[in-house]
T-cell receptor, first 113, second 115 residues
Framework: QQQVKQSPQSLIVQKGGISIINCAYE??????FPWYQQFPGKGPALLIA?????SEKKEGRFTISFNKSAKQFSLHIMDSQPGDSATYFC????????????FGTGTRLTVIP | EAGVAQSPRYKIIEKRQSVAFWCNPI?????LYWYQQILGQGPKLLIQ????????DSQLPKDRFSAERLKGVDSTLKIQPAKLEDSAVYLC?????????????FGQGTRLTVV
């Protein structure tokens, strides 16, 4: 059972454009929603994270939008750059029980010059 | 601050052989995770340790996988015997003690190919 569903599977964006990746979850016990960035041959690295008490969080060119009622959250990358080309994973975890992360299936982003 | 160290980086074995992976977490991090990442998929938790105790191993195929974390620091993950479907990247991650829902720091992973 996929706890976190992610789309699209792949995304191609022109340099300077906006990249948008969407995720949805079912478990209402989740209360921490990070996004991880992974380059080939590397482990995932935390990019930005949000908790459900806010609807949006922005860090530089990266913004998470969170819709608690719809159980959806998304990552927006403004002014996308070729260096942003990587695989992005959304994830979720909850305070009850083991606080392990449930990952989405990943989005391979390619930013073309 | 040194990151999460894993070895080896790559391993190729034949099916039915055994293999072991090693992880050294960030100093002071009490929580250690092993994740399996199959090509084209997101990481899936295999086992979570808090110090040297197991918190969650519900997704660990215990008939062939085992893991230990002696003295609450380094950890090893073993597969015996390996199957073709075990081909994946095995990621180790750690996070600080006693803090829920905080950043998990990942190592570079061990890429296992079973032939």
């Amino acid at each position: 059972q996929q706890q976190v569903k992610q789309s699209p599977q792949s995304l191609i964006v022109q340099k300077g454009g906006i990249s948008i990746i969407n995720c949805a979850y079912e478990n209402t016990a989740f209360d921490y929603f990070p996004w991880y960035q992974q380059f080939p041959g590397k482990g995932p690295a935390l990019l930005i994270a949000i908790r459900p008490d806010v609807s949006e969080k922005k860090e530089g060119r990266f913004t998470i939008s969170f819709n608690k009622s719809a159980k959806q959250f998304s990552l927006h990358i403004m002014d996308s750059q070729p260096g942003d080309s990587a695989t992005y994973f959304c994830a979720a975890s909850g305070q009850t029980g083991a606080n392990n992360l449930f990952f989405g299936t990943g989005t391979r982003l390619t930013v073309i010059p | 601050e040194a990151g999460v160290a894993q070895s080896p980086r790559y391993k190729i074995i034949e099916k039915r052989q055994s293999v072991a992976f090693w992880c050294n977490p960030i100093s002071g991090h009490a929580t250690l995770y092993w994740y399996q990442q199959i090509l084209g998929q997101g990481p899936k938790l295999l086992i979570q340790f808090q110090n040297n105790g197991v918190v969650d191993d519900s997704q660990l195929p215990k008939d062939r996988f085992s893991a230990e974390r002696l003295k609450g620091v380094d950890s090893t993950l073993k597969i015996q015997p390996a199957k073709l479907e075990d081909s994946a990247v095995y990621l180790c991650a750690s996070s600080p003690r006693g803090v829920l829902n905080t950043e998990a720091f990942f190592g570079q992973g061990t890429r296992l190919t079973v032939v």
